[in-house]
Nanobody
Framework: QVQLVESGGGSVQAGGSLRLSCAAS????????MGWFRQPPGKEREGVAAIYTGAGYTYYADSVKGRFTISQDTAKNTVYLQMNSLKPEDTGMYYCAAEIFRSGTYCYTTFLMGRTSNYWGQGTQVTVSS
């Protein structure tokens, strides 16, 4: 079992920045996938960014490349999402998710792009106004 607790959401104007945090209940040094997903109002959940914790490989949705950065602090079992140059279309509920003992390929194809995960946080709201 993995418990995930997100924090750091809020409201910001377009062009601003926010940093989300996701604290995991287990050691993240293993080959796990951890990542962020979002669900805009009235739309399906979509993958935003993922990190393969064993090697530190990162993966991003095209819509956030160059603006968002996912990182990890293995000493704190925490994954971060730094969001810069925020746009109104980034508005949504952001969820942290994790899959344990997976490969880097799985992290991109199934976890991030397939939006498949066994463990989810409760979500944190991000609102970007124009």
């Amino acid at each position: 079992q993995v418990q995930l607790v997100e924090s750091g959401g809020g409201s910001v104007q377009a062009g601003g920045s926010l940093r989300l945090s996701c604290a995991a209940s287990r050691n993240t040094l293993s080959n796990n996938c951890m990542g962020w997903f979002r669900q805009p109002p009235g739309k399906e959940r979509e993958g935003v960014a993922a990190i393969y914790t064993g090697a530190g490989y990162t993966y991003y949705a095209d819509s956030v490349k160059g603006r968002f950065t996912i990182s990890q602090d293995t000493a704190k079992n925490t994954v971060y999402l730094q969001m810069n140059s925020l746009k109104p279309e980034d508005t949504g509920m952001y969820y942290c998710a994790a899959e344990i003992f997976r490969s880097g390929t799985y992290c991109y194809t199934t976890f991030l792009m397939g939006r498949t995960s066994n463990y989810w946080g409760q979500g944190t709201q991000v609102t970007v106004s124009s």
